[in-house]
């Protein structure tokens, strides 16, 4: 059971901070830590969390977190169809602050980030305001470290500014985002179509609308990433599956790091088939193949060397590897079914 909240005539927050959930019970109680103890005043915080009907404990931290903290307040709201994009329409739905904050289960902002984003909002430097990730690993095995050095690593993650960004500049996206609500009544909500890549989305309508989407370095946030290679494998699959969706939609908006792993399973597909006939594409095959594998093992012991992690030597190339090959692949398949 969720405790009560004032009554939302009663009382109107300046910042709604907006958070899709489920199952979430590892890191709810490290977001709620992070947001009660941000700079920017109690009293004009709300915190929205639209639950997907959790199984686990995460309902219970979240009770347990309204109990011990009553000075921050925090209410849910169901989430029944379990998607990224239906929590967030169904928190903005329930937000009562004039602007927005949309984090993350598996973040914790930094203890300024509210009021950074506020900042550089009411200075009318973008429209949509984020920050840089800190990625950190989602568990304390080999797995995992391997997972977060790669996931804030160029050749894992291509121009994603926001990974390892130090400049502050308009982008094409941003992780979360922090906006007035005004811009939802102006370009619309969520589109709930997108499974993922719904935040990517909603930014290329704000840029049509002719808005500016800002990155701010100093606006920064952990994000936990996932604690094995499978849930990376299916995290990248549904990443990859659902960007084609979106490109679909608006072509104009592909850029050269979404197109490169499709190209590349592709060329894995295609090569070997075409050496039953050629054998400038078998030759072809093994030196892309040997190349893809020199520069993967380079990054892996590079990364190994530099944080004295050695597990990160073969870990880190396995990876990258599953983020490109899982992404890539269902982009195709994306391509294909639809």
Known sequence: MIADQPEPSAWKPRVSV???????????????????????????????IADGQSNDQTRQRVSDFQRSHPDLAVRLVENPQRTIPAALNRALRAAQGGIIVR??????????????????????LGDNVGGVWEIHPGGSNWQARAIAAAAAHPLGVGDARYRY???AQIVDTVPFGAYRRS???????????????EDYEFNVRVRRAGG??????????VYFARPNFRQLARQYWRYGFWKARMLRRYPETIRWRQALPPAF????IALPLFSIWSP????????????????????????????????????????????HLAW???????????
């Open 212 to 221: 500016k989407v800002w990155l701010d370095p100093s606006i920064r946030s």
């Open 280 to 323: 400038l594409a078998a030759w072809l095959f093994m030196i892309e193949s040997m190349i893809y594998a020199l520069f993967l093992l380079l990054v892996g012991f590079h990364m190994g060397v530099k944080k004295r992690d050695w597990a990160l030597i073969p870990g880190v190339p396995l990876a990258i590897a599953t983020m």
């Open 183 to 197: 811009l939802v009544d102006k370009i619309g909500l969520y589109d709930e179509s997108l499974l993922t890549n």
């Open 328 to 338: 890539g692949s269902a982009f195709l398949w994306s391509l294909l079914v639809s």
């Open 165 to 167: 960004g130090e400049t």
């Open 103 to 124: 984090l993350d289960a598996h973040s914790a902002p930094r203890s300024d980030y509210i009021a950074r984003c506020v900042a550089a909002i009411e200075a009318g």
């Open 265 to 268: 399973v592709l060329s894995l």
């Open 18 to 48: 907006i958070v899709p959930c489920y199952n979430e019970e590892a890191t709810i109680q490290l977001l709620l830590e992070a947001i009660y103890h941000q700079t920017f005043p109690h009293q004009e915080i709300e915190v929205v």
